[in-house]
């Protein structure tokens, strides 16, 4: 018996619920393993793949529904906080409101097993006006799946499970050593890669207050929302005289020649727009500076703001 099944084993169903609980939450500690674990010990007799289950639901439903309450109440500063802490902000956002804009709330079903989106998937969810009891009993049957896949798994490989931990814990201390390692140089990386590129476009940027200037002084730059349909169906605000082109089309659409172009979207660390400058630049097209602070520094200035609607992107 491996020292991770004996650990649940001896801490039961409490410590299933908490590792669960804090994952939905949003910190990056996974909980698959004592899913996994879960599963094998199941299989062994050891534990009560029932119960073990309907832990594994009402833990991720508890943190759903506070991230759904939060959402509710203050969603785009939840949005804002998610881009600052996540590895990949604007990419997890946007990956979810994409399955938002194709899947609406049959998007919850699959959110729990892609990185990042079980958490954002709740407060978007809050955004766009969905009632509390729906979310709750949709994402619920999400959880079911999550769980039921999970612990069968381990239910059903349960003997290879337990022939990998007892490997591990053959090796001892030097594999958490090597994973804590591993783990470390991916954060290091995904950071220097952000730091890298915006870097890169520091001097290109624009200033909320620069541009006002310049459509003041009668000045025609072209003015590009790159926010996804289903952020602004949440959030239609977009700078006055700008037009929206999704992120994913943005290298096909035609750009007039020899007039700036800014960029912007809403996430406090210009990732996204910093991306499309730097790819509009390395395509020819010289003038592209992305907006700094994006739609939020633009509307804590107070700055004019027509209301997108669909149709409208032209």
């Not at 699959?110 to 766009?128: C, D, E, R, Y």
């Not at 590129?197 to 025609?220: H, Y």
Request: positive net charge.
């Amino acid at each position: 018996m491996t020292g991770s099944n004996q650990f649940l084993i001896q801490h039961g169903l409490s410590f299933l619920f908490a590792a669960i609980f804090v994952e939905q939450l949003g910190i990056p500690l996974p909980a698959f393993p004592w899913l996994l674990a879960a599963g094998a010990l199941g299989a062994a007799g050891k534990l009560n793949p029932a119960l073990a289950l309907a832990t594994t639901v009402l833990a991720c439903v508890l943190a759903d529904g506070i991230w759904f309450q939060i959402g509710r109440y203050r969603g785009i500063q939840v949005l804002g906080l998610l881009c600052r802490i996540s590895l990949e902000p604007d990419s997890c956002v946007r990956r979810t409101q994409n399955v938002f804009t194709r899947y609406g709330l049959r998007g919850l079903l699959i959110s729990k097993f892609v990185p990042g989106l079980n958490t954002v998937a709740p407060p978007l969810a809050a955004m766009a006006g969905v009632p509390f009891t729906r979310f709750l009993l949709v994402d619920a049957t999400g959880s079911l799946i999550y769980g039921v896949v999970l612990i069968g798994l381990g239910y059903a490989f349960s003997s290879q499970i337990d022939q990998i931990g007892s490997a591990i814990s053959q090796i001892g201390g030097q594999a958490l050593l090597l994973l804590i390692a591993f783990a470390a140089a991916y954060i290091a990386w995904k950071f220097w890669q952000r730091q890298r590129l915006l870097n890169e476009l520091q001097t290109a940027r624009i200033s909320v207050d620069e541009l006002r200037k310049k459509l003041d002084a009668g000045e025609q730059p072209v003015i590009i929302d790159i926010r996804s349909g289903a952020e602004l169906q949440i959030d239609p605000a977009i700078i006055r005289g700008a037009v929206h082109v999704e992120f994913e089309q943005i290298e096909n659409h035609p750009m007039p020649p020899g007039r700036e172009i800014i960029v912007y979207c809403d996430c406090p660390n210009e990732i996204t727009s910093a991306r499309v400058a730097l790819s509009l630049k390395r395509k020819g097209l010289l003038h592209v500076r992305p907006l700094q602070g994006g739609i939020a520094a633009w509307r804590k200035q107070n700055y004019p703001t027509d209301l997108w609607s669909v149709g409208s992107n032209e």
